[in-house]
């Protein structure tokens, strides 16, 4: 009885032994990529994005930096797989279809679910900069949409 425990212990032992593989920790040095206008047809002002990382598989996520200034804002949108806002600088708002204006500031962190319409930008006064975090389902990680009215905005 105690080899068959001995034994099932070791084969757990190998089972639940980390995997090596030839992957090596990579870092991506910060300004190592250059930033990036927010179009114009998914943005309303001035608004700089900083690519923080792609996704690599066999992860889904990718993740930026970007910066709004007053009153800059996106487009209405969506993403597949739901969005991570993580707020380091300014005053921002965000906004769910039919929902109401929050304001958000540093240190909060914005869980937008999937497939949920919505928009998120600065206040008309203050920039604002968030880090976002979002994965790709089927070669997409955001469907944008109709741009947010300066009506929507000021509610």
Known sequence: MKQLIATAASLLTLASAPVH???????????SQPSN??????????VRVDP???????????????????GARSAWHTHPVGQILIVTAGVGRVQQWSGPVQDIRPGDVVRIP??????HGAVPTTAMTHIALQ???????????EKVSDEQYGK
Do not use: C, Y
């Open 21 to 31: 593989t030839d992957e090596t920790i990579t870092v991506n040095r910060s300004g």
């Open 135 to 145: 994965e790709t389902l089927d070669g997409r990680n955001v469907d944008w949409l």
């Open 37 to 46: 206008r927010g179009p114009a047809q998914f943005f309303t002002g001035s």
């Open 52 to 70: 923080l990382f792609p996704a690599t598989a066999p992860s889904r996520m990718s993740a930026g930096s970007v910066t709004f200034e007053p």
């Open 114 to 119: 999937p497939g949920v319409k919505h928009w």
